[in-house]
């Protein structure tokens, strides 16, 4: 007998054979190497036991009652189209054989067998039950980098925390609005997921910071592309989705990057990944901007159809984003501990270690999130200290820094448990719950200074958002 593969004894074989007979012959044969077969006696029983017994291999006869054995092949394929398949028949009438390749049977063997024939068919079919399972094993280890690689943007900068994803689920949303072919927006998804990689190499201080960036900041931050593009491109599994990514913040005006392209110049797929990143952007809580509703997003990306956008995209996008409800939790914000310390730098007051102005404005922006630390502050309470740079002048820079921390440390230690910020040198906010009782005398005997005079104001949080503070 001719010799056989090793992965063959492990492969599962659905065999189904109305004749009992040679059914038996069959499984004495096959038997000896192979370890698993299932016998069915018709083609209805096989079907019934093809899910739960999972077959690598599927060898049948024709003629049987109740489900033949082309019949049964086709649900089959339905089911799972690369399955090997392989008819034992004694009838080769030209029909038979015609419906035997419609379907895509793998081997269509005569009646009586040659073992050596069988053998090397069961061969070559195991071969390639082997190939597909290492083929799937990569694709499993690929799909698994991406979600990783995510995983690793997410954690690197709390903006794009959820962004990514929802920037995949809205580019395939508005391909399948396009009719695009199923194998694109598998690309496109798996693009999307990924067009903001490159940002691992830009630096905390420019990646977290939530100022307007200067000229050279915001370059750094246009770097992220060519970065992003030079990392996936080196991999074959991710060549075609570096192109895609690379050109995503091109416009359609030419006025974009990296490469200023132009119109259809612009890879098509990555112009649906601008417009959804475009539109995650303006529909999400930003540190320094609170987000749009789905309809003002909408009309935003309207006018900027045929300058940003290809207008062909933006038409299909109205109708499939209109109906999109985006959940208000979503917003920048520092969540942990670690977060917190990440962003403390633009945070924290460099000489008192309060909370300053950067992070009341990202606090309020974000006010109508339901995780915002807002929760419940419904006053605050304002400590302006006026006539600060005489004291500076008369006692020097030091002094006055020594007395503005006498004066933090006493409002943390007073009101432990509420925000207290330093905004603008001498001013400080306290955000609580109810309404506080600040100390003129306590204040008063911590400057100890006459030519120091202070207010101190307490109003309601909507009061104080209405009149005094503008986002």
């Known amino acids: 007998m001719i010799k056989t593969i090793d992965e063959l004894n492990t492969m ?39 899910n739960d017994f999972q077959p690598d291999i599927v060898i049948t006869d024709i003629k049987m009652p109740i489900i033949n054995g082309l019949d049964m092949a086709k649900e089959i394929r339905k089911i799972d189209d690369e399955i090997p398949i392989i008819i034992l028949s004694a009838y080769n009438e030209i029909e038979y054989l015609k419906d ?17 024939v069988l053998m090397r068919a069961l061969n070559e079919s195991a071969k390639s039950v082997i190939y597909k399972s290492k083929q799937d094993e990569i694709v499993r280890n690929y799909e698994e980098t991406i979600d990783a690689f995510v995983d690793l943007i997410e954690r690197r900068d709390r903006y794009t925390a959820g962004h990514s994803t929802r920037v995949a689920l809205y580019s395939v949303m508005l391909a399948k609005a396009m009719n695009i072919e199923p194998s694109s927006i598998a690309l496109l998804e798996k693009a999307s997921k990924l067009h903001d990689i490159g940002k691992i190499e830009i630096p905390d201080a420019i990646l977290l910071n939530p100022n307007k960036l200067n000229k050279l900041e915001y370059a750094i931050v246009q770097e992220h592309l060519n970065s992003g593009y030079a990392v996936l491109s080196k991999i074959e599994q991710y060549k075609e989705l570096s192109e895609i990514m690379r050109y995503h913040h091109e416009r359609y005006d030419g006025s974009g990057y990296p490469d200023g392209l132009k119109g259809d110049a612009i890879p098509f797929l990555s112009q649906i990944m601008a417009l959804c990143d475009a539109f995650d952007a303006m529909t999400t809580n930003r540190i320094y901007k609170p987000r749009k509703s789905v309809q003002e997003a909408l009309n935003e990306i309207q006018s900027l159809s045929g300058v940003h956008f290809n207008p062909k995209i933006v038409t299909a996008a109205m ?17 942990t501990v670690l977060e917190e310390k ?39 309470t304002i400590l302006d200290l006026h ?15 020594e ?3 006498r004066v933090a440390n006493y409002l943390t230690k007073e009101f432990q448990g509420e925000l207290v910020f330093r905004i603008k040198g001498d001013e400080f906010y306290i955000l609580s719950e109810n309404s506080l ?15 120091i005079y202070f207010d101190i104001r307490e109003k309601t949080l909507e009061e104080f958002l209405k009149e005094e503070f503008i986002l």
């Open 12 to 50: 599962k074989i659905l065999y189904v054979e109305d004749d009992e007979v040679i059914a038996q012959a069959f499984i004495t044969m096959v038997s000896r190497v192979v370890s698993h077969v299932k016998y069915c006696k018709n083609g209805k029983e096989a079907l019934e036991e093809f």
């Open 100 to 116: 035997a390749l419609e379907i895509g049977i793998t081997y269509y063997l005569n009646k009586p067998v040659n073992r050596f």
């Open 319 to 335: 109708d499939a984003f209109k109906d999109i409800i985006i959940h208000t939790g979503e917003n920048q914000l520092p969540k």
């Open 342 to 380: 990440k962003f403390s730098y633009f945070f924290s007051d460099l000489l008192t270690g309060l909370y300053n102005e950067n992070y009341l404005r990202s606090l309020l922006t974000n006010k109508d999130t339901n995780i915002s630390k807002l929760d419940n502050m419904n006053s605050i």
């Open 387 to 401: 006539n600060f740079s005489a004291y500076n002048k008369k006692n020097g820079w030091k002094s006055g820094d």
């Open 403 to 405: 007395l503005i921390k």
């Open 437 to 451: 009782s600040l100390s003129a005398n306590e204040i008063k005997s911590i400057i100890n200074y006459d030519e």
